[in-house]
Structures are given as structure tokens and as C-alpha cells.
């Protein structure tokens, strides 16, 4: 299938399994390729990916995930998400849509995958949590001389000047902003290994920010 087919796929597939189950309260079609599909690639826009290791913390239902993978094909991809339907949901969407080197983990991103620290090119958050959560949760699964986005709102420079220690004792450091449509990209170079206790255990992240 081309890349139009499997997005058509995706969708008629999100739409039927969100009458079961909420994977998402955007539900017009059109909303969704807008919403969903357009948002995720924004990161396309901004960066030259085209292969390497993607690990995309807290994916839902697939974004921005699974999208960069129907877009580019190359890059291995692994999806760690806390919510067992939403992780069966897109096992079935791999599987139908046969897409190749993607690895659908269930548990939370404190936990899922402790023994593959500092081991992925770049990774992505689309979650509504706060950039000082989000750093610790995807920082420690950055190889040095990677990369961490995060999909944010457009006013989002105070939530950066907060997250300026967390980023320091994470190995992290800010690079830039790239602003497009509704949403900011905030790009996080990782220049430093990341200290052995982060991320904390579950929960921590949230309730006691860096």
C-alpha cells in the first residue's frame, strides 16, 4: 500500500476502534487527518529524518509515531504506551498495515524498557504533560549526540525556562524552537550521559518535577 492507502487505513481503523474503546476525542475524519496525521509530521518540516532508532514515549494511539513511520519507512520505531487498548490497538495497526522494525511496548515509560537506556538517535513526545516531566521520561533513552522533541503548544517559553534544571541534571540541552501552524517543536540535545537514578520510579516525574 502507498502512503495514502495506509493513512486511509489508519483512520477508517481509529474510527472504528474508538467506538469501543477512547483512544481519542477527535473523531471527524477530517479532524483527525488534520489533528492527528498533519500534526505528527510536522517534525518532518524540522528535521532530516530518514532512518535511525525513534522511540516515541506515551504514543496512544499511534502519534506521532506511527504517521513518521508510514512517512518514513526507514527508521526503526518502538512505542511505549501505559494504556493496554490503546497498545492492542496499534499491535493491530502494525500488523495490518505490515510495517516493518516497529516494537509496540506496554508499561509506563519509567519502567518499560530500563535496560535500553541511551540507546535511540531521537526521541518523541506528543503527551500533555509538562516539559520537565517529559524530559525526564525521554532523556534517558537518548544516545549522546541525540536528540528529544517534544510536540508543544505555541506559547511555550516560560515552560522551557522552567525546565532549565531539569534539562542540566538530565544530560540535556536546549537547542530551539521551531513554530509551525498551532504547535511548537521544542528540540533538546542530548550532550551529557544521564545520571543512573532518572528516570525516578513511577510517578515521581509528576509529582515531584526537577
Same mark, same amino acid.
Given at each position: 500500500?502507498?502512503?495514502?492507502?495506509?493513512?486511509?487505513?489508519?483512520?477508517?481503523?481509529?474510527?472504528?476502534?474508538?467506538?469501543?474503546?477512547? /483512544?481519542? =476525542?477527535?473523531?471527524?475524519?477530517?479532524?483527525?487527518?488534520?489533528?492527528?496525521?498533519?500534526?505528527?509530521? /510536522?517534525?518532518? @518540516?524540522?528535521?532530516?529524518?530518514?532512518?535511525? =532508532?525513534?522511540?516515541?514515549?506515551?504514543?496512544?494511539?499511534?502519534?506521532?509515531?506511527?504517521?513518521?513511520?508510514?512517512?518514513?519507512?526507514?527508521?526503526? /520505531?518502538?512505542?511505549?504506551?501505559?494504556?493496554?487498548?490503546?497498545?492492542?490497538?496499534?499491535?493491530?495497526?502494525?500488523?495490518?498495515?505490515? /510495517?516493518?522494525?516497529?516494537?509496540?511496548?506496554?508499561?509506563?515509560?519509567?519502567?518499560?524498557?530500563?535496560?535500553?537506556?541511551?540507546?535511540?538517535?531521537?526521541?518523541?513526545?506528543?503527551?500533555?504533560?509538562?516539559?520537565?516531566?517529559?524530559? #525526564?521520561?525521554?532523556?534517558?533513552?537518548?544516545?549522546?549526540?541525540?536528540?528529544?522533541?517534544?510536540?508543544?503548544?505555541?506559547?511555550? #517559553?516560560?515552560?522551557?525556562?522552567?525546565?532549565?534544571?531539569?534539562?542540566?541534571?538530565?544530560?540535556?540541552?536546549?537547542?530551539?524552537?521551531?513554530?509551525?501552524?498551532?504547535? =511548537?517543536?521544542?528540540?533538546?540535545?542530548?550532550? =551529557?550521559?544521564?545520571?543512573?537514578?532518572?528516570? @525516578?520510579?513511577?510517578?515521581?516525574?509528576?509529582?515531584?518535577?526537577?
Amino acid at each position: 500500500m502507498n502512503d495514502r492507502r495506509l493513512f486511509e487505513v489508519y483512520l477508517k481503523e481509529l474510527i472504528e476502534w474508538n467506538k469501543k474503546f477512547n /483512544l481519542t =476525542s477527535i473523531t471527524d475524519p477530517e479532524e483527525v487527518r488534520r489533528k492527528h496525521f498533519d500534526d505528527s509530521l /510536522l517534525l518532518l @518540516r524540522s528535521l532530516d529524518l530518514n532512518d535511525g =532508532s525513534v522511540i516515541d514515549i506515551g504514543a496512544g494511539a499511534g502519534f506521532p509515531g506511527i504517521p513518521l513511520k508510514i512517512a518514513r519507512p526507514r527508521i526503526r /520505531l518502538t512505542l511505549i504506551e501505559a494504556t493496554k487498548k490503546k497498545v492492542e490497538f496499534m499491535r493491530h495497526l502494525v500488523s495490518l498495515l505490515d /510495517l516493518q522494525d516497529v516494537e509496540v511496548v506496554w508499561g509506563r515509560a519509567e519502567e518499560a524498557l530500563a535496560g535500553r537506556r541511551e540507546q535511540f538517535d531521537l526521541a518523541v513526545a506528543r503527551a500533555v504533560a509538562d516539559l520537565t516531566t517529559l524530559a #525526564e521520561y525521554c532523556l534517558p533513552y537518548v544516545k549522546l549526540g541525540g536528540q528529544f522533541v517534544a510536540y508543544k503548544e505555541l506559547a511555550i #517559553e516560560p515552560e522551557i525556562k522552567r525546565a532549565g534544571n531539569a534539562l542540566k541534571t538530565l544530560g540535556g540541552k536546549f537547542n530551539r524552537i521551531d513554530k509551525h501552524d498551532a504547535r =511548537s517543536l521544542v528540540f533538546i540535545d542530548k550532550i =551529557s550521559p544521564t545520571p543512573p537514578n532518572f528516570p @525516578r520510579r513511577s510517578g515521581m516525574a509528576k509529582k515531584r518535577p526537577l
